[in-house]
Every structure is written in C-alpha cells, then in structure tokens.
C-alpha cells in the first residue's frame, strides 16, 4: 500500500537536462498542499488504516451542507477534490494537518503511481477507437469503408443472430479512470509544490491526479 500521496494538478510538460546534458521529458504537476480531512484506524470504528486528503479550496456555496460540516471537524473549509489514501499501518496524522510534497522525500519514494482521467474523445467509430482497418478500398466498396463489418453471426449456439457480449462497436471512447505505473520521480520543488516525473500523464493539462507511491517496485 501507499504510504505516501498527494492529490493534484497537471500542469503540462517539458523539459529538464541531466549532468551529462541528457534531454528528460517530465510532466510538471502541481502536488498539494492537502489537508488531511479524516484519519481512519484499525482500531477504530472504520477497522482500517487511511488517511483521507482534501484539495483545492472551494467556495461554500459550490459545496453541500455535509461537505462543509465534514471539512469543519478538521478546522478547514470544503475541498474540491477528496480522496483516501490507505495507509499500511495505524497513522500518526491528525486531522487538520496538512501535506506537502515533503512526505515523498520523507518517504524515500522514487517511482510514483499516476492515477488521472484520460482525455475524453467523444463518440468514435471502430477504426478509431479500437484500431481496426475498415473496408477494402478497392473497387466495389461504396459507402462502407470505415464500417465494423457483420456483427451478429450465428458461429454461437443458442444465441441466433443476437450480438454478442462484449462485441467491440462504435461508442464513446476516452475519459476513463487509468493509472500510469513505476514512474519515475525527477525532482520534487518544495518552494513551488511541484513534482517532476519522467514521461508522459494520461489526461488532458489541468485534470486533477493522484500521485503515490508505486505499489510494485521496480
């Protein structure tokens, strides 16, 4: 489990130079400050261990009444973005404390987890959303050269010419929840809040992330 995390921003990428003047393409995410909102022990009523984080202010009234009532117990005001991170032992936190990127330094963390939203693409047909070649283009094709082909068959025995479940069809593809593994942590900029991580963030620049520690070592 992850011990350390933080939620964030993705600000975009760029590029940083080694000693040896290697190019390192990084993704610049602006990682906390989080305000822990609520501890969650073993030991406790919840009979587990999480710490539950808190980002982004935002304004009362774009809120609801048990949000601002939840954040208050911590001394705080509503959070945006609310995500609990599961601890492997009994956290020492108090609600009300706040994280920074220090806790990956404290941490020792070198490779980090990524859990973003992909970019979202709209309704796609098949071609584009899951790479198939489409029709001949040659001579007699009219009309269907970006279609799926036939889609009931009766190659199953009781189904008829039902489609079949899971049948890859035109829909909407993209924004869905993926987690980027075993990256890389560059550098973490203390000042400005920022953690650098080698390659790329599934997501468009500004959708909110959550970093932790890798779960498998590299």
């Known amino acids: 489990m992850a011990a350390a995390a933080l939620i964030g921003k993705k600000i975009g990428m760029t590029r940083i130079y080694t000693a040896d003047g290697e190019a390192v393409p990084v993704t610049v995410i602006q990682a906390g400050p989080c305000t822990v909102l609520q501890v969650k022990k073993s030991d406790g009523k919840d009979g587990y261990n999480a710490v539950q984080l808190g980002?982004?202010?935002v304004k009362p009234h774009r809120s609801t009444l048990p949000m601002i009532g939840h954040a208050a117990a911590a001394g705080t005001g509503p959070k945006r973005i609310i995500r609990e991170v599961p601890m492997p032992t009994v956290p020492e936190d108090n609600a009300?404390?706040?994280?920074?990127?220090?806790?990956?330094?404290?941490?020792?963390?070198?490779?980090?987890?990524?859990?973003?939203?992909?970019?979202?693409?709209?309704?796609?047909?098949?071609?584009k959303r899951y790479g198939f070649g489409g029709q001949p283009a040659s001579h007699g094709t009219e009309r269907?050269?970006?279609?799926?082909?036939?889609?009931?068959?009766?190659?199953?025995?009781g189904r008829g010419q039902a489609v079949k479940k899971g049948k890859r069809m035109a829909g909407?593809?993209?924004?869905?929840?993926?987690?980027?593994?075993?990256?890389?942590?560059?550098?973490?900029?203390?000042?400005?809040?920022?953690?650098?991580?080698?390659?790329?963030?599934?997501?468009?620049?500004?959708?909110?992330?959550?970093?932790?520690?890798?779960?498998?070592?590299?």
Request: hydrophobic fraction near 30%; charged fraction near 25%.
């Open 144 to 157: 269907k050269h970006r279609s799926p082909g036939a889609i009931g068959g009766m190659s199953q025995r």
């Open 172 to 218: 909407h593809s993209g924004n869905v929840r993926r987690t980027s593994r075993n990256q890389e942590l560059v550098r973490v900029d203390k000042e400005n809040h920022l953690l650098l991580v080698k390659g790329s963030v599934p997501g468009p620049n500004g959708v909110y992330v959550l970093v932790r520690q890798a779960k498998a070592k590299k």
């Open 96 to 127: 009300g404390d706040v994280w920074t990127v220090e806790v990956f330094e404290a941490a020792g963390t070198k490779h980090v987890d990524v859990v973003s939203t992909t970019k979202g693409r709209g309704y796609t047909g098949v071609m």
């Open 55 to 57: 980002f982004e202010d």
